[in-house]
């Protein structure tokens, strides 16, 4: 799907089901050349992605698996290597700040093209409690059998 020159190439639904998300911020990633185009063929797993601030303030994507170029050589990247975001100074203090708070984490909700470039969204979120994601589950329930009346109606 391609809107507005941004094409999707994953989501993270995990994180929408583990965590409560807060703020969100888009940033570039350092990235291979066959990272690129294992990217284009959709090979990566968002799933348990994090983000760590370091103390020479860098934010690095950390556990986000991006399978191997079919077609690469020995010169392919590793899967789950560590990658640095690119952010400016302004936004990795705001999400330095968001880290020292007890119960909160960066996640990666989105990876996707812009472009020519490859983007990714992150998001600070409050992990939810057991009881918090059967509430979330019954209130998305209600509003599929809400959507499917409604359809049914007309």
Sequence with gaps: MVENG???????KKAF???EIGEKWEAG???KGTEVK???????NLGDGWVNITDD??????EIQIGHYAFGNINNHEERRNRKLLLN???????AKAMKQKGLSIVPTKIYFKGSFVKIEIAIGRGKKSHDKRESNKANDA??????TMRARN
């Design 17 to 19: 089901h583990n965590y």
């Design 89 to 95: 100074t302004n936004e990795l203090t705001k999400l």
């Design 6 to 12: 941004i094409k999707l190439i994953a989501s993270n």
């Design 38 to 44: 294992a990217l284009r063929d959709g090979r990566v």
């Design 29 to 31: 990633i350092a990235l």
């Design 57 to 62: 303030n860098e934010a690095i994507l950390m």
């Design 143 to 148: 509003k599929r059998e809400i959507a499917r």
